[in-house]
């Protein structure tokens, strides 16, 4: 995770890594239902991760059903706020609103992942079924951090997993 520069020599300043050179840009789309909690913080651990290893890769996360989301309070989930503080990954500038998926998201991505098939392999069959066999899914439900299980402790372990592919 990206911390603050300790100014060691094992870690580069950001602004000195180079993407690799001469690979194409990798694009993955994180997909939850709300744009809201779980694929707004995979967007920024997953672009985090691709920065600090210099790798050509970037992320986009949408929504599957904004309208699902009236419970939603402002731009982006303060858990997910919080935890991505801790992790030491800067939220610059102003955190923008959910947005809903549309057919050029999923066209520009070379990789699709929902981040709970339970809850989305029916709104995708539903909405987008001929982008169906191109995501890919987690098992990463919609709840807070608790005692018992952390969705977001889940999604770091998940994408670390994706860098190793």
Known sequence: MHS??????????????????GA????????CTGNYYRSRF????????????G??????????ALERGESNHGPMCPVALKRLQDLGIKVDGRVRDPRQVIE?????????IALDEHEHRPLIRERFPHWESRVSYWNI?????????????DIVKNIEVLFRL
């Open 4 to 21: 603050s520069n300790s100014g060691g020599p094992s870690r580069r300043p950001p602004a000195c890594r180079k993407p690799n050179q």
């Open 24 to 31: 194409a840009m990798k694009s993955i789309l994180f997909l």
């Open 42 to 53: 995979a967007e920024y651990v997953y672009n985090d991760i691709a920065l600090q290893r």
């Open 55 to 64: 790798i050509a890769a970037r992320a986009i996360s949408r929504g599957l």
């Open 104 to 112: 050029t998201d999923f066209a520009g991505a070379d990789k699709v």
């Open 141 to 153: 439900p919609d709840r807070n951090p608790d005692e018992h299980s952390d969705p977001l402790a």
